[in-house]
């Protein structure tokens, strides 16, 4: 299988044609590392949320009204990320390895000094967050300490991310799935220690995350830069000063991605205000019963990748039929993976549910919740999936804006309105209308073409 990938993907570099059954092999052989990365990814949440939520209501909730707030930096984070990696893609697919190092070495010092700020802004603004998003005086010193630790892990969180991308970007989905999947379960290990045997309750759970993902993060790094066949650097002397067209082309492909992370962080944060009168119990219920989704969600996100990989590589090589074919098979496997794990959580919720907390409470409402965002999967797939080919093409401004009317206009609207009458299971209908909403207008994009435009080019 990894010798046919690296053929199939040679394919795409020397213009040879494929026929359908290779596209599929080949979309499939990418997603099949990266989904189960993201689902060994959630499953360390679901983890890790479990430890927590068994310590009580209050430590949930801790963890939940600064985790969009933790989301938000992440976007950030991702966002400078792809600026980079997306350019190594189109450099790969042109034949030109000496441009997509290049990229790399510009990339390493611009993200570094990138994490840097974001970590020292998230620390700043620890003590004060958990009472600017409506926390109770129980929940907010443990919150406060939790957003700190993650916030200053944030180094180690964005170079994991850079080296992954620009592996995953070169068509190796294997090592990063593989670290990927390593952190997992160093992640629970680490955390089952602090929080435990060292009784340190919240704060030890987002140590253990650090630990993990720093010595993630570090193996990252060393595949990339010493083992990778396409970008190792070892060997290969070049100048890591940051020149103005390669970082003049990360900011037109990372800045619109950048605003978009910002505007539905803070819409995240707002749909986080619209619970938090809610109570205690509604917070942990919206916190873990997001984590359970992402079971449904992260098969999306695994293809998507693949998505951005094989788009990048057929935008750089120019190939305008072979980029629409790859980026419309990707998107309807998508939709059929999610619509199956969205009838697995409908009709398991309650189960999945108590797996997360012993509290009835929170089980009733959360396995209520997850029934009704159940029927949004297959739009949210279309969302997911046609967001990582527009990425590939370098095209992100246009589905930015298309996001965040969709979630500003959408969601917290009628999430606002809706909560009044009929508590958290409002918000989660406001939350299944808007992502079906945003798949159908991703959809109609991804038919019309206009993302094409620039493949000429």
């Not at 009458?421 to 959809?443: C, D, K, N, Q």
Request: net charge positive; aromatic share 8%; charged share 15%.
């Amino acid at each position: 299988m990894r010798g046919e990938k690296k053929d199939l993907l040679a394919y795409i570099r020397e213009g040879r044609e494929m026929t359908q059954g290779e596209k599929l092999r080949l979309i499939v052989s990418l997603s099949i590392p990266s989904i189960l990365a993201q689902l060994s990814a959630t499953v360390m949440f679901f983890i890790d949320a479990s430890m927590v939520g068994h310590l009580g209501a209050k430590a949930s909730a801790a963890i939940g009204i600064v985790e969009t707030t933790g989301w938000l930096m992440g976007g950030l984070a991702s966002a400078a990320n792809m600026g980079f990696s997306v350019q190594v893609a189109h450099a790969i697919g042109a034949n030109d390895f000496e441009r997509a190092r290049r990229v790399l070495r510009q990339s390493l010092v611009c993200c570094m000094i990138w994490a840097l700020t974001i970590s020292l802004t998230a620390i700043a603004i620890s003590g004060p967050l958990p009472y600017w998003l409506g926390g109770e005086e129980e929940i907010a010193h443990d919150a406060s300490l939790y957003f700190a630790i993650i916030g200053f892990c944030g180094i180690f969180f964005q170079m994991e991310g850079l080296a992954g991308s620009m592996l995953k970007c070169s068509g190796n989905m294997k090592i990063p799935s593989m670290l990927n999947i390593l952190m997992c379960a160093m992640d629970v290990a680490f955390n089952y220690l602090f929080i435990y045997v060292l009784d340190l309750g919240v704060m030890g759970a987002a140590m253990g995350t650090g630990v993990a993902e720093l010595i993630t993060a570090l193996l990252m790094l060393y595949f990339l830069l010493y083992r990778s066949d396409m970008l190792k650097l070892k060997g290969r002397p070049g100048s890591f000063r940051p020149k103005s067209d390669i970082v003049g082309n990360a900011f037109k492909i990372g800045a619109p991605m950048g605003l978009q992370h910002i505007l539905m962080g803070s819409a995240q944060i707002v749909s986080t205000l619209i619970v938090a009168p809610l109570g205690t119990i509604a917070i942990a219920a919206h916190s873990l019963g997001i984590t359970v989704e992402s079971l449904c969600y992260m098969p999306g996100f695994g293809i998507a990748e693949a998505a951005t990989t094989l788009v990048g590589q057929s935008f750089g090589a120019g190939k305008r039929v072979l980029t629409q074919s790859f980026a419309k098979m990707s998107a309807a496997l998508g939709m059929i993976v999610m619509t199956m794990m969205g009838i697995l959580m409908f009709v398991f919720a309650p189960e999945l549910m108590s797996l997360m907390t012993p509290v009835d409470e929170i089980i009733a409402i959360g396995a209520k919740c997850l029934r009704i965002e159940a029927f949004a999967e297959p739009m949210f797939a279309a969302a997911i999936v046609c967001n990582g080919i527009f990425i590939g093409a370098g095209d992100t401004l246009r589905p930015a804006i298309m996001s965040l009317m969709s979630m500003w206009g959408v969601r917290l609207t009628l999430a606002a309105l809706l909560s009044t009458t009929y508590g958290l299971p409002g918000v989660w209908v406001a939350m299944a209308i808007e992502l079906s909403f945003r798949g159908f207008i991703f959809l109609a994009r991804l038919f019309r073409g206009g993302w094409l435009k620039k493949i000429a080019s």
